[in-house]
């Protein structure tokens, strides 16, 4: 999911800004026209000042759009797959993905107002709650993830050179050294393309998403014919030995389908700061992410499925199935397709947006490479060999770091609905003034909700008694840590108010 960086931090231009947006400019208008005065040049730049009304062009249409191309990635794929994997039936595997991205889609479209409304992205937005400068807190925890995410796609990029090696070489298949040479080679290719500048893959945008949609078919297409049809393959029954067992796996599922977009439900005020109007952000995104993922998710769930009936064994992952293909042409290709949309996917999503993250720490000691070099050496610290060993191991990470991000969305929602009744006084979110500076820039109210929601997300992998919790790790960080920062802030907020 790609993330706006931030560029050199520059005053604005006094002949340029406006009087400051404060409540009684809102009543008029659903979206705001606001330039700032005097910003705080540490927390200001050109990238992070809100939209003008000109640049604000997205339509329906866009949102669609944009929900279609970040839906298609092998990780969509093997989410889906790993449903059967684990012992759905691809119907119960397919109600669970609309489910959860039906769920999901609430938080989104809540912290999306914001940025349709002001014009600004995540970033800024997160300032009311946590502070000036509490504000680096989430985006860290968001940093964090998304250096996971980094050696995933590394990891996805790797096995696709090998396993093409192993189509042109069969004679490697035997050689364990081939998957790590190429796993950190396409770690390094990584690295050389965050050194040389994100503009030199631009050109593999435009053409990733179709390719691997295309290859993505092509595969479907193959292994329903294998398969005997979609009959065969789509009637196999579910395999969990009690209802219990059957019940314990669809809630763990779900928490993972919420958490595969916990990340984009804090930073979505990145993309709907563009958007014409709250229609447009909220019927497209309505449509487009439950739509593209659940569409997606089919090719994976019935590739998934005709795996079981063609080899006698669920293969959730899709570079494991074309190594099994007698069919070297097919396959290349579709490797090949793997490989660029993973490169494409992997520097856009999970190298821009943590760079800028950790650089934004200490703008004059980390500069956006040496932010991109810290992404690539966390990303190999996670191990991401062990969190795709497995299906079940895929899900554990979803649903473990939905309980980091998960509280940090309900305070987002809780902090602009329930508190600020959808006013912010935007000026101030520039400044380090007394409405958003709480105490030296950090809000505490909002540092115990998350602390808070974060230990009780993530106590049950530590307590085994407790184990419940974390199955349900981003709705217990969402609700609790929500709840616990209204009870918390009513004064704060009411002296917030009169600032303003």
């Known amino acids: 999911m790609p993330r706006r960086g931030r560029q050199r931090q520059v005053p604005a231009p006094q002949s340029q800004c406006r009087r400051p947006v404060i409540a ?3 009543t008029h208008s659903e979206l705001v026209d606001a330039r700032i005065v005097n910003p705080d040049p540490r927390l200001y730049n050109e990238d992070l000042a809100p939209t003008s009304p000109a640049r604000r062009t997205w339509s329906t249409y866009n949102y669609i759009a944009l929900w279609f191309a970040m ?3 092998v990780t969509t794929y093997m989410l889906a797959s790993s449903l059967i994997a684990g012992g759905m039936n691809w119907k119960q595997a397919v109600g669970t993905i609309l489910l959860g991205n039906l769920i999901v889609l609430i938080p989104m479209v809540l912290n999306a107002h914001a940025g349709a409304k002001y014009g600004i992205p995540f970033p800024v937005f997160v300032r009311a709650s946590f502070g000036t400068t509490g504000a680096n807190i989430p985006a860290v925890l968001r940093a964090i993830v998304a250096c996971g995410w980094f050696g995933i796609q590394s990891w996805i990029g790797g096995q696709s050179i090998a396993a093409m090696i192993n189509v042109l070489a069969p004679a490697t298949v035997a050689m364990p050294a081939v998957i790590w040479v190429c796993f950190l080679g396409f770690w390094a290719l990584n690295m050389f393309v965050v050194w040389r500048g994100v503009e030199s893959i631009r050109f593999l945008q435009g053409i990733s ?3 691997l949609l295309v290859m993505s078919l092509v595969l479907l297409a193959f292994m329903v014919s294998k398969a005997g049809g979609f009959g065969p393959m789509l009637s196999a029954p579910s395999h969990f030995t009690s209802t219990s067992a059957g019940w314990r796996f669809f809630f763990l599922s779900l928490t993972g389908m919420v958490g595969y977009w916990a990340t984009l439900s804090l930073n ?3 993309f709907t700061r563009y958007a014409k109007s709250q229609e447009s952000q909220i019927v497209g995104q309505a449509f487009g992410l439950p739509v593209a993922m659940t569409l997606y998710s089919f090719i994976g769930i019935a590739c998934t499925s ?8 669920p293969i959730w992952s899709p570079i494991t199935l074309l190594g099994r293909f007698h069919q070297p042409l097919i396959a290349f290709l579709a490797l090949v397709s793997i490989l660029i949309a993973t490169l494409n996917v992997n520097i856009g999503a999970n190298v821009v947006g943590p760079s800028n993250d950790f650089s934004n720490l200490n703008p004059r000691l980390i500069s956006f490479r040496t932010g991109g070099l810290m992404t690539g050496c966390i990303g190999l610290l996670m191990m991401p060999w062990k969190l795709m060993a497995s299906h079940t191991n895929y899900i554990g990470w979803l649903v473990g770091y ?14 602009y609905f329930f ?5 912010l006084d935007v000026n101030s979110l520039y400044q380090r003034s007394d ?3 709480y105490v030296s820039g950090f809000n505490p109210r909002a540092i115990v909700a998350l602390v808070c929601g974060v230990f009780a997300a993530l106590i049950g992998e530590i307590v085994p008694t407790l184990k419940p919790l974390f199955d349900y790790a981003w709705f217990v960080g969402f609700f609790l840590s929500g709840a616990l920062y209204v009870a918390l802030m009513p004064k704060a907020a009411l002296s917030a108010g009169r600032s303003q």
């Open 435 to 437: 409405v958003y500076g």
């Open 419 to 423: 508190i600020r009744n959808k006013v």
């Open 71 to 73: 839906s298609m990635e």
């Open 306 to 313: 005709a795996s079981t009936v063609v080899f006698g064994e």
């Open 268 to 270: 979505i005020p990145d």
């Open 209 to 211: 998403a179709p390719f």
């Open 24 to 26: 009684t400019d809102l």
């Open 402 to 415: 939905s309980g980091l991000l998960g509280p940090v969305a309900g305070i987002m929602v809780a902090d």
